[in-house]
Protein backbone atom coordinates (compact mmCIF):
# COMPACT_ATOMS: atom_id res chain seq x y z
CA UNK A 1 0.00 0.00 0.00
CA UNK A 2 2.09 3.17 -0.94
CA UNK A 3 1.33 6.01 1.70
CA UNK A 4 2.95 9.54 1.25
CA UNK A 5 2.95 11.45 4.80
CA UNK A 6 3.78 14.95 4.66
CA UNK A 7 5.08 16.91 7.79
CA UNK A 8 6.57 20.20 8.72
CA UNK A 9 3.53 22.83 8.15
CA UNK A 10 2.62 24.91 10.88
CA UNK A 11 2.37 28.85 11.01
CA UNK A 12 5.22 31.78 10.60
CA UNK A 13 5.38 35.10 10.19
CA UNK A 14 6.05 36.83 6.70
CA UNK A 15 9.88 36.66 6.16
CA UNK A 16 10.25 33.16 8.00
CA UNK A 17 11.35 29.66 6.82
CA UNK A 18 9.51 26.05 7.03
CA UNK A 19 11.12 22.64 5.88
CA UNK A 20 8.17 20.43 4.36
CA UNK A 21 8.86 16.61 4.74
CA UNK A 22 6.98 13.65 2.77
CA UNK A 23 7.72 10.65 3.52
CA UNK A 24 7.16 7.93 1.04
CA UNK A 25 6.34 3.97 1.33
CA UNK A 26 4.84 1.14 -0.80
CA UNK A 27 6.75 2.11 -3.86
CA UNK A 28 9.73 2.42 -5.51
CA UNK A 29 10.64 5.61 -4.43
CA UNK A 30 13.87 5.98 -6.28
CA UNK A 31 11.99 5.57 -9.49
CA UNK A 32 9.52 8.26 -9.56
CA UNK A 33 9.08 11.68 -9.71
CA UNK A 34 8.39 13.97 -6.78
CA UNK A 35 5.94 17.19 -6.70
CA UNK A 36 5.12 19.61 -4.00
CA UNK A 37 1.64 21.23 -4.82
CA UNK A 38 -0.56 23.62 -2.77
CA UNK A 39 -4.04 24.80 -2.63
CA UNK A 40 -5.64 28.12 -1.49
CA UNK A 41 -8.72 28.83 -0.32
CA UNK A 42 -10.53 29.71 -3.76
CA UNK A 43 -8.18 28.47 -6.04
CA UNK A 44 -7.14 25.37 -8.07
CA UNK A 45 -4.36 23.39 -7.14
CA UNK A 46 -1.02 24.17 -8.59
CA UNK A 47 2.18 22.20 -8.86
CA UNK A 48 5.29 24.43 -7.22
CA UNK A 49 8.59 22.35 -7.05
CA UNK A 50 8.88 19.22 -8.35
CA UNK A 51 11.53 16.81 -9.18
CA UNK A 52 12.43 13.63 -11.37
CA UNK A 53 13.51 10.42 -10.64
CA UNK A 54 17.38 10.75 -10.98
CA UNK A 55 16.92 14.35 -9.63
CA UNK A 56 18.09 15.83 -12.91
CA UNK A 57 15.31 18.23 -13.69
CA UNK A 58 13.54 20.01 -11.39
CA UNK A 59 10.67 22.79 -11.83
CA UNK A 60 9.80 25.56 -9.36
CA UNK A 61 6.48 28.07 -10.68
CA UNK A 62 7.63 31.18 -10.91
CA UNK A 63 6.26 32.82 -7.84
CA UNK A 64 8.33 30.54 -5.23
CA UNK A 65 11.36 30.76 -7.71
CA UNK A 66 14.59 31.52 -5.67
CA UNK A 67 12.79 30.93 -2.54
CA UNK A 68 11.63 27.50 -2.77
CA UNK A 69 13.98 24.63 -2.91
CA UNK A 70 12.87 20.96 -3.78
CA UNK A 71 15.24 17.78 -2.42
CA UNK A 72 15.02 14.19 -2.38
CA UNK A 73 16.78 11.61 -0.56
CA UNK A 74 16.61 8.09 -1.78
CA UNK A 75 17.94 6.53 0.86
CA UNK A 76 15.23 7.45 3.55
CA UNK A 77 12.32 7.76 0.79
CA UNK A 78 11.92 10.91 1.89
CA UNK A 79 11.25 14.10 -0.06
CA UNK A 80 11.46 18.26 1.26
CA UNK A 81 10.27 21.68 0.21
CA UNK A 82 12.70 24.07 2.44
CA UNK A 83 10.25 27.48 1.83
CA UNK A 84 12.42 30.77 2.66
CA UNK A 85 11.25 34.58 2.60
CA UNK A 86 7.69 32.94 3.25
CA UNK A 87 4.59 35.29 2.02
CA UNK A 88 1.51 35.85 2.95
CA UNK A 89 0.45 34.17 -0.63
CA UNK A 90 2.07 31.30 0.31
CA UNK A 91 -0.48 30.22 3.07
CA UNK A 92 -1.89 27.02 1.32
CA UNK A 93 -2.08 23.54 1.96
CA UNK A 94 0.65 21.77 0.46
CA UNK A 95 0.64 18.13 -0.86
CA UNK A 96 3.17 16.17 -1.82
CA UNK A 97 2.70 13.75 -5.02
CA UNK A 98 4.09 11.37 -6.83
CA UNK A 99 4.52 10.19 -10.65
CA UNK A 100 6.17 8.09 -12.55
CA UNK A 101 9.97 8.92 -13.70
CA UNK A 102 8.98 12.25 -14.63
CA UNK A 103 7.06 15.20 -13.08
CA UNK A 104 4.14 17.17 -14.88
CA UNK A 105 2.66 20.37 -14.30
CA UNK A 106 -0.92 19.01 -14.61
CA UNK A 107 -1.67 18.06 -11.23
CA UNK A 108 -3.93 15.44 -12.23
CA UNK A 109 -1.18 13.64 -13.99
CA UNK A 110 0.40 12.36 -10.30
CA UNK A 111 -0.67 9.12 -9.28
CA UNK A 112 -0.51 9.15 -5.30
CA UNK A 113 -1.13 11.92 -2.66
CA UNK A 114 -0.36 12.37 1.00
CA UNK A 115 -3.23 14.10 3.47
CA UNK A 116 -1.50 17.50 2.82
CA UNK A 117 -0.16 19.80 5.40
CA UNK A 118 -1.67 23.56 6.25
CA UNK A 119 0.94 26.07 5.77
CA UNK A 120 -0.14 29.82 7.44
CA UNK A 121 1.59 32.84 6.80
CA UNK A 122 0.70 36.00 8.71
CA UNK A 123 1.86 39.24 7.39
Known amino acids: QVQLVESGGGSVQAGGSLRLTCAASGLTFRLRAMAWLRQAPGKEREVVAAMSWNGATRYYADSVKGRFTISRDNAKNTVYLQMNSLKFEDTAVYYC????????????????WGQGTQVTVSS
Open 97 to 112: ATRPLVFDYDPRKYDY
